[in-house]
Nanobody, 123 residues
Framework: VQLQASGGGLVQPGGPLSLYCNAS????????IAWFRQAPGRKRQWISCTSYGNVGPFHANSVKDRFTIFRDNSKNSVRLQMTRLEQDDTAIYYCAATTLLYCVVEEFKYHYWGHGTQVTVSS
């Protein structure tokens, strides 16, 4: 059972980037999936979530209107589409899965975590 976050890289301010959360050993379709991020020197924060209960998706205010989260059940994957990236978006991004029906922000309620992928926004 494994989650893998990928797609990170270096992007210029204002640019787009998509991150992917892929699962092996279980189906993401029956989980609520969230993205968290941790910037240098800061606590990890919840930013986006798609629920198994088909409510939402939800985004933190800091990324609302810039980030969108999509499920692709055929690929057992969740994509975080990020647009108009800012330097403050620089962080390690993690995806996490919970069996809870709805999105939650508490890290301890997520059962599986990917290792994270680095996103750097810089000119």
């Amino acid at each position: 059972v494994q989650l893998q976050a990928s797609g990170g890289g270096l992007v210029q301010p204002g640019g787009p980037l998509s991150l992917y959360c892929n699962a092996s050993g279980f189906s993401l379709e029956t989980y609520s999936i969230a993205w968290f991020r941790q910037a240098p020197g800061r606590k990890r924060q919840w930013i986006s979530c798609t629920s198994y209960g088909n409510v939402g998706p939800f985004h933190a205010n800091s990324v609302k209107d810039r980030f969108t989260i999509f499920r692709d059940n055929s690929k057992n994957s969740v994509r975080l589409q990020m647009t108009r990236l800012e330097q403050d978006d620089t962080a390690i991004y993690y995806c996490a899965a919970t069996t809870l029906l709805y999105c939650v922000v508490e890290e301890f309620k997520y059962h599986y975590w990917g290792h994270g992928t680095q996103v750097t926004v810089s000119s």
